[in-house]
């Protein structure tokens, strides 16, 4: 069946112009964009006058369908991607997480899972151990499997996570094949001792997950990862950057030209901890995730360095559990399933946080909330722009329509949510996914495995040079000094 499609007379935004257009789609792919076109009387015409014309979201990191900390979020690949539809996003890339698995049971599990999909996706895959046989693995994910992209977690001590030697050798592997290498940076050790800490002093609640893992914990692993990987000379992605701490060591090595990446997620730029003192057990461990939600300031903070290009894209942490599956730690705050939504809520609090509030332009903001994500895992311009010959993924916003986030009308499976009450400036009044309008008159139309999975290729443009600084770096050094045997 072919769907042809024109998007008359909005503004069409890319991360690199903007300009009065139309959009004209076929069979999925953007055929043309060109103002004033003429299209014959079978296409369907949407008016998008007074309104923006964006590329759909790419959120780059979400947990659907997941095992964790003894339960499984409540968002699988077809409710998520189905809220994420809702607000704008086209794509996400998702964490293969193999506990016990093999890497390649671990993805065959994940791929599984994504057969429901209504929008298009991708995968990072998840490194707890390392042996020859991981080593081969990580091969075949990234020459085979359409990964390019390993994450190593430097926290969640005694399940996920990694110790210096790991990661070292995760760094070199990723390095030799070309795949990027993401860290979840907090001291997992020294958490541990924190959460040991506030029991012994009776803080069971979930006040008690904040003040177990401060900020400094984060700024040290990051600080940590990141010399390790410019001891590697390869590049880094740091996943969900919440605090001041750990932006800072991002800012300095990319001052210094070491090429770290650095992705705050929606909590970290508007939420501040204070959630986490309410003396409701179910308000207060909604917003129970690691790193956890900083005091204030850290918000403004992250804000303030997504503008200035010390950090680089937005993604949400997706990962979802309920008000039951919360309760699991009602006297122990190591207990409660770590995470907080977003999905659905990522393009409109940016916008409403970031453009209507002046510290970006509308460009920036495609390019935080979809082209950066594309550049960096290499599917750019078939995901991330709107120009001819790209998937037909776009999002068409009124910004001077309004939104308003409850979890009575939300379209996650959750029964809570951390933007309760929000509104704000801007609305995605239209989404189209791979050439069809899935979300119109506030109303979903998802068809469950119309979603593509989307292999993304290794050595990105964080690689180049790279062999080439490596080789320089060598040749610089003197030939190793020759020494008698004898003593005097
Ligand atoms: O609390 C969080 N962030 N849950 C998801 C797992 C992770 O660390 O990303
Ligand atoms: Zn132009
Ligand atoms: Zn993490
Ligand atoms: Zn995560």
Known sequence: SSTKLL???????????????????????????????????????IDATGKFVMPGGIDPHTHLAMEFMGTETIDDFFSGQAAALAGGTTMHIDFVIPVNDSLIAGLETYEEKAKKSCMDYGFHMAITKFDDIVSRDMEIIVKEKGINSFKFFLAYKGSLMVNDELL???????????????????????????????????????????????PVLEGEATARAIRLAGFVNTPLYVVHVMS???????????????????????????????????????????????????????????????????????????????????????????????????IEERMHLVWDTMVESGQISITDYVRVTSTECARIFNIYPRKGAIIAGSDADIIILNPNSSFEINARSHHSRTDTNVYEGRRGKGKVEVTIAGGRVVWENNELKVVPGSGKYIEMPPFNYLFSGIDKADASYLSSLNAPVKRSKSTT
Not at 19 to 43: H, Q, W
Not at 201 to 209: A, D, K, Q, S
Not at 275 to 292: E, I
Not at 301 to 309: I, K, P, R, V
């Open 244 to 342: 001041i701490d750990a932006m800072e060591e991002i800012a300095k090595a990319r001052k210094s030209g070491q090429r770290v990446v650095g992705e705050p997620v929606v909590s970290g730029l508007v939420l501040d901890d204070s959630g986490l003192w309410d003396s409701d057990f179910a308000t207060a461990s909604k917003y129970v995730m690691s790193p956890p939600i900083r005091a204030s300031g850290h918000d403004k903070a992250l804000q303030g360095a997504l503008s200035n290009g010390v950090l680089q894209l937005v993604g949400t942490d997706h990962c979802v559990f309920n008000s039951t599956q919360k309760a699991f730690g009602i006297d122990d705050f190591r207990k409660i399933p770590n995470g907080v939504n977003g």
């Open 7 to 45: 998007i008359k007379g909005g503004t069409v935004v890319n991360a690199h112009h903007q300009e009065v257009a139309d959009v004209y789609v076929e069979d999925g792919i953007i055929v043309a964009v060109k103002p004033d076109l003429k299209v014959s009387d079978d296409v369907k015409v």
């Open 168 to 214: 070292l050798e995760g760094l070199k592997r990723c390095k030799s094949l070309g795949a990027l290498a993401m860290v979840h940076a907090e001291n997992g050790d020294a958490v541990f001792e924190g959460q040991k800490r506030m029991i012994q002093l009776g803080i069971t609640g979930p006040e008690g997950h904040a003040l177990s893992r401060p």
